[in-house]
């Protein structure tokens, strides 16, 4: 009757680091393998491969983005170029310093947006915004300049409130699609009419005639001071004027018609509009589609009317919103991330939040630097942090409840990073990797965001001979797994995959060419693989794993010291063929990526079908011995492996 010498199971991951028969060795940790994945409940399918995505573009750009349910590509052709893309709300955010690059979602131009003129600034880093209207998106530079001149002003009969006092007004120009205010003109830098004073028993008003738009700028926001408060402020808002009114328009005897107006919001009455070339005072307003103008021609619906001049007044009560003055326009940025829908820009080492509401504005007053001064290479959204991969270490942007004070940054870790792929966050975890003298190590926050140090000791072998500048970490959720991949550079990018419900690392996994970029995108690891000169996207696992060749290998076990007889193998799942390595005293351990080194080969049932298939052999005197398993097909399950045999010195 013949013995169970050894149980080989798969659930206790891969760990290629572990000795030839020693201490460390285990039944249920994998030794050596390619292209398997480690299941739950403790068995091994063959992995899919990757599946090419584009269809109408030859290559694309070095990186990928996620922009919800799509994938976003800047085109260029620098690996570590400074770039990045994000979706705000329906906007696109976006900057690279490679300049006048073309953006693209889901490889296209056209489908499922159009994307006409989004391009790159022709300035290095210029943060660019790209509004969608229906399906077509159109580009500008972001951020609004403090305007030149809040128009020409003027004190006027015709008031109703009985305004009294010295006043002043302010205004700043705004861009409606994304709630973006500029600076404001104020009276110090435009003498000359922004203060006035005026008597009630004149019945006054103020009249502005708007000046020219700057580019980007859709609508005006006009501040005044309270009454006798002009030559102080503060400044609060009066009215907000659009540009061109919302909606068209037709007049017929002076009778104002509109389809899809907001008259009461946008105009007042003595406000000039522009139609058509011809000028009219607005006289009375009674609803939203319909008033009436003092004199002038008729106009043939549908037009579009510009507003050309505005009346002012107010009383105290009135005024509501206080003007802000800390709009400024985005710095030249290495870097964009949104964390809670905020975009955060970073530029060599100064982290540098937009305003909440005003997500084109960057305050240079809430602007921080790092804690280090390195350089910021990439930031990361946590788990109610914020991670900064820099050039000295890993630092950390924690929140406060203060609104002048919103942020601080504080360093934890003193590994330093060289590109942006070098990290990926998974469940609050970062996962990073970073090089060493000794190839690279991959290394995770723990709870307080110190470094894990041990977390890939298991696999630090395989890493012994990587080079950081080549390897990209990705996210796959579908295999809830975390992907460490290493480009060799010739050939082959290897990925090692960390089973995030395991907690364990599975068998490595094997793509042609260099990937350069990894993205989460609708749930799916998206890849940018590189062959040539040539960037590409593909789905990760989105193949359909045909002729896929695997095999793993389990680790060597002795009993106990004595020599032994292997006599039978249980094999459990399905596979094509199996393989017994020998070690013996005094020689070379064979290496078991090599099948030619195996002392015997026997044939499984095959990949269509999972059961126990028992295989019959003689070897003898193996001291320690290694079982691998191979197939070639999408159907292959490893499972269990049971190696029977005799103990010698024990008669059966």
């Given at each position: 009757?013949?013995?169970?010498?050894?149980?080989?199971?798969?659930?206790?991951?891969?760990?290629?680091?572990?000795?030839?028969?020693?201490?460390?060795?285990?039944?249920?940790?994998?030794?050596?393998?390619?292209?398997?994945?480690?299941?739950?409940?403790?068995?091994?399918?063959?992995?899919?491969?990757?599946?090419?995505?584009?269809?109408?573009?030859?290559?694309?750009?070095?990186?990928?983005?996620?922009?919800?349910?799509?994938?976003?590509?800047?085109?260029?052709?620098?690996?570590?170029?400074?770039?990045?893309?994000?979706?705000?709300?329906?906007?696109?955010?976006?900057?690279?310093?490679?300049?006048?690059?073309?953006?693209?979602?889901?490889?296209?131009?056209?489908?499922?947006?159009?994307?006409?003129?989004?391009?790159?600034?022709?300035?290095?880093?210029?943060?660019?915004?790209?509004?969608?209207?229906?399906?077509?998106?159109?580009?500008?530079?972001?951020?609004?300049?403090?305007?030149?001149?809040i128009g020409t002003v003027s004190i006027e009969a015709g008031g109703t409130k009985g305004m009294d006092g010295i006043v002043s007004l302010i205004a700043s120009a705004k861009r409606i699609a994304t709630e973006t205010i500029s600076n404001p003109a104020t009276v110090a830098a435009n003498s000359g009419?922004?203060?006035?004073?005026?008597?009630?028993?004149?019945?006054?008003?103020?009249?502005?005639?708007?000046?020219?738009?700057?580019?980007?700028?859709?609508?005006?926001?006009?501040?005044?001071?309270?009454?006798?408060?002009?030559?102080?402020?503060?400044?609060?808002?009066?009215?907000?004027?659009?540009?061109?009114?919302?909606?068209?328009?037709?007049?017929?005897?002076?009778?104002?018609?509109?389809?899809?107006?907001?008259?009461?919001?946008?105009?007042?009455?003595?406000?000039?509009?522009?139609?058509?070339?011809?000028?009219?005072?607005?006289?009375?307003?009674?609803?939203?589609?319909?008033?009436?103008?003092?004199?002038?021609?008729?106009?043939?619906?549908?037009?579009?009317?510009?507003?050309?001049?505005?009346?002012?007044?107010?009383?105290?009560?009135?005024?509501?919103?206080?003007?802000?003055?800390?709009?400024?326009?985005?710095?030249?940025?290495?870097?964009?991330?949104?964390?809670?829908?905020?975009?955060?820009?970073?530029?060599?080492?100064?982290?540098?939040?937009?305003?909440?509401?005003?997500?084109?504005?960057?305050?240079?007053?809430?602007?921080?630097?790092?804690?280090?001064?390195?350089?910021?290479?990439?930031?990361?959204?946590?788990?109610?942090?914020?991670?900064?991969?820099?050039?000295?270490?890993?630092?950390?942007?924690?929140?406060?409840?203060?609104?002048?004070?919103?942020?601080?940054?504080?360093?934890?870790?003193s590994f330093g990073f060289s590109g942006p792929a070098q990290a990926v966050v998974a469940e609050g975890t970062l996962f990073a990797a970073v090089g060493t003298s000794t190839g690279v190590k991959i290394v995770r926050t723990r709870v307080d965001d110190s470094p894990d140090l041990e977390f890939a000791?298991?696999?630090?072998?395989?890493?012994?001979?990587?080079?950081?500048?080549?390897?990209?970490?990705?996210?796959?959720?579908?295999?809830?797994?975390?992907?460490?991949?290493?480009?060799?550079?010739?050939?082959?990018?290897?990925?090692?995959?960390?089973?995030?419900?395991?907690?364990?690392?599975?068998?490595?996994?094997?793509?042609?060419?260099?990937?350069?970029?990894?993205?989460?995108?609708?749930?799916?690891?998206?890849?940018?693989?590189?062959?040539?000169?040539?960037?590409?996207?593909?789905?990760?696992?989105?193949?359909?794993?045909?002729?896929?060749?695997?095999?793993?290998?389990?680790?060597?076990?002795?009993?106990?010291?004595?020599?032994?007889?292997?006599?039978?193998?249980?094999?459990?799942?399905?596979?094509?063929?199996?393989?017994?390595?020998?070690?013996?005293?005094?020689?070379?351990?064979?290496?078991?990526?090599?099948?030619?080194?195996?002392?015997?080969?026997?044939?499984?049932?095959?990949?269509?079908?999972?059961?126990?298939?028992?295989?019959?052999?003689?070897?003898?005197?193996?001291?320690?011995?290694?079982?691998?398993?191979?197939?070639?097909?999408?159907?292959?399950?490893?499972?269990?492996?049971?190696?029977?045999?005799?103990?010698?010195?024990?008669?059966?």
């Amino acid at each position: 009757m013949y013995q169970p010498l050894v149980v080989y199971s798969v659930s206790g991951g891969y760990r290629p680091s572990q000795s030839y028969g020693g201490p460390d060795a285990a039944p249920n940790v994998l030794f050596r393998g390619l292209n398997y994945w480690l299941r739950p409940y403790g068995r091994l399918v063959p992995v899919r491969g990757v599946s090419l995505r584009q269809t109408g573009l030859s290559t694309t750009g070095p990186r990928i983005f996620p922009l919800n349910t799509n994938r976003g590509v800047i085109g260029g052709t620098v690996v570590n170029a400074k770039s990045s893309l994000v979706r705000y709300n329906q906007a696109l955010f976006y900057l690279s310093q490679e300049t006048g690059q073309q953006v693209y979602i889901n490889e296209s131009t056209t489908t499922p947006f159009t994307l006409t003129g989004v391009t790159t600034s022709t300035t290095a880093g210029r943060l660019r915004v790209a509004l969608l209207s229906g399906t077509a998106y159109a580009a500008h530079n972001a951020g609004l300049p403090t305007p030149a001149s809040i128009g020409t002003v003027s004190i006027e009969a015709g008031g109703t409130k009985g305004m009294d006092g010295i006043v002043s007004l302010i205004a700043s120009a705004k861009r409606i699609a994304t709630e973006t205010i500029s600076n404001p003109a104020t009276v110090a830098a435009n003498s000359g009419g922004q203060t006035q004073t005026l008597s009630s028993s004149g019945n006054n008003r103020i009249r502005v005639v708007l000046p020219a738009a700057i580019s980007g700028q859709d609508a005006w926001m006009y501040g005044g001071t309270y009454w006798g408060q002009g030559n102080f402020g503060p400044w609060r808002l009066i009215r907000e004027v659009r540009v061109t009114i919302e909606g068209t328009i037709g007049i017929a005897t002076q009778v104002l018609t509109g389809t899809g107006t907001r008259f009461t919001r946008d105009l007042h009455v003595g406000d000039v509009i522009t139609v058509n070339g011809a000028d009219y005072t607005i006289a009375t307003i009674t609803s939203d589609t319909s008033a009436t103008v003092v004199s002038g021609a008729d106009q043939a619906a549908p037009k579009t009317a510009t507003v050309k001049e505005i009346v002012l007044e107010w009383r105290n009560g009135e005024l509501t919103d206080l003007f802000e003055f800390d709009n400024d326009e985005p710095p030249i940025l290495d870097g964009l991330m949104l964390f809670n829908n905020v975009p955060f820009g970073w530029r060599d080492n100064v982290l540098y939040p937009s305003k909440i509401g005003n997500p084109e504005s960057f305050p240079r007053i809430l602007a921080r630097s790092t804690q280090s001064g390195a350089n910021i290479v990439h930031a990361l959204a946590g788990d109610a942090r914020i991670f900064l991969l820099t050039t000295n270490g890993l630092e950390v942007v924690t929140f406060t409840q203060n609104p002048a004070d919103p942020f601080l940054i504080r360093q934890v870790w003193s590994f330093g990073f060289s590109g942006p792929a070098q990290a990926v966050v998974a469940e609050g975890t970062l996962f990073a990797a970073v090089g060493t003298s000794t190839g690279v190590k991959i290394v995770r926050t723990r709870v307080d965001d110190s470094p894990d140090l041990e977390f890939a000791a298991p696999v630090e072998s395989d890493m012994a001979t990587w080079d950081v500048s080549r390897v990209v970490m990705g996210l796959d959720p579908s295999n809830g797994a975390v992907l460490a991949m290493h480009y060799d550079g010739s050939t082959y990018t290897t990925i090692i995959p960390y089973m995030l419900q395991q907690g364990v690392w599975g068998l490595p996994i094997q793509v042609t060419g260099q990937v350069v970029s990894a993205a989460t995108v609708n749930n799916t690891c998206e890849l940018i693989i590189k062959s040539g000169a040539e960037f590409k996207v593909y789905q990760w696992e989105g193949g359909t794993g045909a002729g896929t060749v695997s095999f793993v290998a389990f680790p060597f076990l002795d009993k106990d010291g004595p020599r032994q007889t292997i006599k039978a193998i249980k094999f459990t799942g399905a596979a094509d063929n199996l393989y017994i390595f020998k070690g013996e005293p005094g020689l070379a351990i064979p290496d078991v990526t090599d099948i030619s080194k195996a002392v015997v080969s026997l044939p499984l049932a095959g990949c269509d079908v999972q059961h126990q298939n028992v295989v019959f052999t003689n070897i003898p005197n193996a001291q320690s011995f290694s079982v691998r398993v191979d197939s070639a097909g999408n159907s292959a399950v490893v499972t269990e492996v049971v190696v029977n045999g005799i103990v010698n010195g024990i008669q059966r």
